[in-house]
């Protein structure tokens, strides 16, 4: 019998317990249901059955998980799980169904969230985060995580989120609202490219998850992108812990049309990288085929050295990347892929590399050398923004600038959007900014006429400002090409 020795799931279980049992002693006494005697027993409990479902995820119920388990608990519980063994958990089945616990709120989690949806507190917030990190502790166990035990963790954040919502809901009161995202539209301003530039800080990664959650639509993209903090936050732990780590490729391909917030998802992982120590910097560098790719014999690989030196300790984000395996006999664009492959190893310490375009004409540049498919093994695919989204964005935008839609304005703009083809070069989030910026120029035109205009008629644009829909390329200016990101 192994004795339990202290993990990284006994400390998260610590955190636990010291952030909740000062945030549910505050509610003793107007909360009825919570005996204050018994406190901490609730909080311990709790994580108790947070630990059990996080392992219970993918119904394995390693050793190593389970004597986390006993370690963690044994000493704070009143029962003979100190003397357990895993074989005896296991014959006893003690687990099994645990997983059910991150499905709905505990009864304590539902006091916190009906609490926070009373009075605007951030308790519900504490515990996503602390039982979040009960959750990191517990992958952290095996040498390799499952992307079901990842998952489970981004399940439970989610229900977590739905149920504080629908309180807010109950109570009467709206949620936090929603960044307007105008990144999703056009990139936002990011740090700086420059490689001997100052970077501020690290950002805490709970601030940059939550940017990147306020973004419009994304969903799936948003769940990749947690999976793959989630997982990064795992090796961490186990760097932290001096337990060996299976190191896998960080490199990403980004598919989908221009315009669906691929640079400002890149810029957001530049920083999560950062802040999770695989680069120390996080700046993002962009590059394409004309950063790369030279005239004459011997020029190509300095350039595409000199991309990467650029991006050393950060991202590299080469757009149309799939633009490297065009061109005749004499071009050079297979010599960049070539070296790309190579610096992509020798540097897989240093950088963090994303080649982003078009889903079929990725495949092909994955297809045209033979290391490309196991440096670049994750794909993340942008689809299009609905039309309810791009509504969303375009609203965003004005807001920036004190617009607004009317009602007829806002039914103008879903029919302009609906009657656009969905076709390769959608121009999504910049088709968006393009519709506004023409509506914006139809209103002024037709205000013009007015003497005195009132503060309302600048501000909020009708029917009458939406062009006719119609293909974009006829009706909104500046339309983008195919080939952005």
């Known amino acids: 019998m192994n004795p339990p020795t202290s993990t990284a799931l006994d400390e998260a279980v610590s955190a636990f317990v010291a952030d909740l049992v000062p945030q549910v002693a505050a509610l003793a006494t107007s909360v009825s249901g919570i005996d204050s005697s018994r406190l901490r027993s609730y909080v311990v409990v709790d994580a108790y059955n947070l630990s059990c479902g996080f392992i219970d995820a993918d119904g394995l119920h390693t050793d190593d998980e389970l004597w986390g388990l006993i370690g963690a608990f044994g000493p704070r519980m009143k029962t003979g799980l100190a003397r357990a063994t895993p074989r005896a958990l296991r014959d006893a089945g003690l687990l099994a169904g645990s997983r059910s616990y991150l499905e709905q709120p505990s009864t304590l989690l539902d006091i916190l969230v009906r609490s926070d949806a009373r009075d605007g507190g951030g308790r519900t917030g504490i515990y996503a985060r602390r039982a979040a990190q009960i959750g990191h502790a517990v992958a952290s166990l095996d040498l390799l995580p499952s992307r079901t035990e990842l998952d489970a963790i981004e399940r439970f954040r989610a229900m977590v989120q739905r149920a504080l919502e629908a309180a807010r809901t109950d109570a009467g009161h709206a949620g936090p609202p929603a960044a307007p995202g105008p990144a999703v539209a056009a990139p936002a301003e990011g740090p700086s490219t420059d490689a001997g530039a100052t970077l501020p800080p690290a950002r ?282």
């Open 204 to 485: 805490p990664l709970e601030e940059l998850l939550a940017e990147l959650d306020a973004l419009i639509g994304l969903h799936e993209v948003k769940h990749e992108v947690h999976l793959v903090a989630n997982l990064l936050r795992v090796q961490q732990i186990r760097r932290e812990r001096d337990l060996p780590v299976l190191e896998a490729s960080r490199h990403l391909i980004f598919t989908g049309n221009p315009g669906t917030g691929k640079t400002t998802v890149a810029r957001l992982l530049a920083q999560i990288y950062s802040t999770l120590g695989v680069v120390e910097r996080g700046h993002l560098v962009e590059t394409d085929r004309s950063g790369l790719v030279a005239g004459f014999v011997g020029q190509t690989a300095g350039r595409v050295v000199a991309a990467f030196d650029r991006a050393d300790e950060g991202v590299l984000l080469i757009d149309e990347a799939y633009s490297l395996t065009r061109g005749g006999a004499n071009d050079f664009g297979r010599e960049a892929i070539d070296m790309i492959v190579k610096l992509v190893e020798d540097r897989r310490e240093r950088l963090v590399v994303i080649l982003a375009g078009y889903p079929e004409e990725m495949a092909a540049l994955v297809d045209a050398n033979p290391g490309m498919r196991s440096r670049f093994p994750r794909t993340i695919h942008f689809p299009d923004y609905s039309d309810e989204e791009l509504l969303a964005i375009f609203e965003a935008i004005g807001t920036e600038g004190r617009y607004q839609l009317d009602d007829g304005g806002r039914q103008a703009v879903l029919e302009w959007f609906a009657a656009q083809p969905r076709d390769a070069g959608f121009g999504n989030g910049r088709l968006a900014r393009n519709l506004f910026e023409g509506a914006v120029a139809n209103q002024a035109t037709r205000l013009v006429a007015r003497d005195q205009p009132s503060d309302e008629e600048l501000t909020t644009l009708t029917a009458a400002d939406i062009p006719a829909a119609g293909r974009a390329s006829a009706t909104a200016p500046g339309s983008p090409q195919r080939g952005t990101a």
